[in-house]
């Protein structure tokens, strides 16, 4: 499996695009989306579980309840959520989206990311469209993954290549993250594409199973957006067999799906709002995956974790702490912690206390941007990793009044 | 019911004293305190949910296994946990002050605060015992106060006199809050001295029972403490006729307790860590008292919805995300929100969507200090109401680097 260029555009038969059609009121910024399949695709998504759903995932869900999709359309800059008449707009898109591609609304996926509580106009969406189709490219995938984010600072695309049979397939994706991200069910926009064949069933089957370990183990700030979505779309016109069932086939696109998750999920956690570290919490030795899964995420989502790794502090007591009350039945006196960077590993906590460690040490490997926190609960052979980032002065600046 | 003077030390029979031996650097800062009582008082005590327990909670919940305790000491600057001798150092805290005060060690309370997984030095602690010990008096409620504080910047403690037939009861309470604050039990150190006369028993059942509603209502930054606890202590110096069974009287007490509880909760979230506002959320309208207190708790737990407070933002639709992500279950489409301050009350969101309202208005009352988020379910009887604070940029400055 290689990792290659062209995000979302990657797999044969899709194009993208995006542009600035005056959602945001900066000019310079994208604001929507499309990514188109030559042919009639597979699709699979999931949804937030937020009792307070966007009105775009409500559209989607039905507009996708036969299987197939041809296009997805996303703006930024508004959720379409909370508002009166939010599924009509949603509808709507769709519809101006259809007559100028001449397919179906039914056969498109329609997601919005942004404010809450604010009319979405259709107004500047409508006058994008034909732009937006018309721009459409095999290298477009730059503009798409632009066009989706809010206060992403960095565009976030992957793409490898795979083999199933003699056959070169390609998968590929892209997303948006940053703020409102927390491991209950998608939890952030993510579109992927591939044009290996699959069959519908196998396609949810892989998409439901691999965001239990990926997507679902993310969290920036312990808030469930409303607008998550994860979008999978497989065109199979990379002409394999059409994978029906599971077996090695199956098993290899479950690997090419999972190195694009896993590095959208890394991409996602590092540019989390404010963040300045990517923090990876890899717990093992746990009595069962939910033990281990339930501590990763509780350090992951500790404020005071993720405050104390801002400032390179080495304060492993609140690692403790963070498994302590997350719920996970652990016994606290075998747990050792460690932290690993680019500047070597250290441990600081063996059996529940803690050992002598060069604080010297331990800072030079905390300031690095991707610290690893290894946590071996010696107590069972289950593992699982988590992803997130630091809580910063920024995170709080950039919330503190987002709206204006 | 009054509000009186003389926090820890009003009921009768209560001496206090804090004073700095040397656990902390800062000279000026108080690091030991005390509580004690004339008599052997009733005394029952509520503890943190987390598996990573301080110490000293080990040895207090041993302690007073007979439901009696005449003293309380703690120390701020470190919390004695993760420690492979703290067991031994929490037990040899009681045996210097037993020694002293000439009582069992079993009849002492012993907690501390601080950080986590540094040893404890009982040098500085014995040292201070004689000094500590001799400053014992009527009016030292702040100096335990004190005492007692680690991040906290204002003193915290109260206290209320009520009648009991003829006789004059008080009760009054000390706190420390401000980081690790969470609703999971008990969630920060509260001390608190009645000399209402009450069984054993009925104590037990007053403290537990007023806690759900209170101390397990505030959270600062959503971590679960591993040293909190709630003590009261009851000595019966009132000479009421000893409540020992549900009826007027038990209400009389309860209400005077609450009063206590409430006022130091709010009290804990206005001073909160960087916090530069009191959040207080009233659910109202819910199917349950469940419901009602879920929804309360995601409210005042959401980064996004602090961040938003402190900015001054009137950004409502993170409040609705928070209650939709609660897992409380909630129509959202019946959901009002409001802000009120003392500048006055506005509407912002009717039936789950937007409403207009005044940007202007909205920002005026935001921009006070202690500010209500009022949500109406519309959907049964039930209310509940929780504390917290906004999410600053002094949090991320005090938790970035703790231990330094």
């Known amino acids: 499996m290689d990792i290659i260029s062209g995000g979302v555009c990657a797999a044969k038969g899709f194009l993208a695009n995006g542009i600035h059609c005056g959602i945001r009121k900066n000019r ?191 969290s920036v700030d312990g808030d469930t957006s409303t607008n998550d979505m994860v979008v999978v779309m497989a065109n199979g016109m990379a002409e394999n067999e059409e994978i029906i069932a599971e077996g090695e086939e199956f098993s290899e696109f479950m690997k090419a799906l999972n190195t694009v998750t896993v590095n959208l999920c890394r991409k996602i956690a590092a540019d989390g709002e404010g963040a300045t570290k990517l923090l990876e919490c890899s717990v093992s030795g746990a009595k069962s995956l939910e033990i281990a899964k339930t501590a990763a995420k509780s350090v992951i989502c500790s404020s005071l974790t993720k405050a104390a790794m801002f400032g390179a502090d080495a304060n492993w007591g609140r690692i403790l702490c963070a498994i302590g009350y997350s719920g996970a039945d652990v016994d606290t006196s075998k747990i050792d912690v460690s932290f690993k960077s680019k500047k070597g590993e250290i441990e600081v906590c063996r059996g529940g206390a803690g050992i002598d460690f060069s604080e010297e040490k331990a800072k030079e490997i905390l300031l690095e941007d991707e610290i690893e926190i290894i946590v071996s609960l010696g107590d069972g052979k289950y593992a699982s990793t988590a992803w997130g980032c630091d809580l910063t002065y920024d995170y709080v600046k950039i919330n503190g009044d987002y709206r204006t």
Chains 1, 2 share one sequence.
């Open 28 to 218: 310079s910024k994208r604001d929507l989306a499309l990514i188109v399949s030559e042919k009639r695709a597979n699709t699979a998504a999931v949804y937030t579980t937020n009792l307070v759903k966007g009105a775009p995932l409500t559209v989607t869900k039905e507009h996708i309840s036969d299987g197939f999709a041809r296009a997805i359309i996303c703006n930024s800059g508004n959720a379409n959520t909370c508002n009166a008449d939010g599924i009509e707009i949603a509808e709507k898109m769709s519809e101006a989206l259809g007559e100028k591609l001449k397919i179906s609304p039914s056969d498109i996926v329609v997601a919005s990311t942004g404010v809450i509580g604010q009319p979405l106009d259709l107004t500047p969406i409508k006058n994008g469209i034909p732009a937006l189709v018309e721009g459409l490219a095999a290298d477009g995938s730059d503009f798409a993954a632009e066009g989706i984010m809010t206060t992403d600072t960095r565009l976030k695309e992957v793409a490898v290549s795979f083999k199933i049979g003699s056959k070169e397939c390609k998968i590929g994706g892209i997303a948006k993250g940053s703020g409102m991200i927390h491991p209950n069910m998608a939890t952030m926009l993510v579109f992927i594409t591939t044009d290996c064949a699959i069959s519908s069933e196998m396609l949810k089957k892989a998409l439901s199973s691999d965001i239990q370990n990926t997507f679902n183990m993310v």
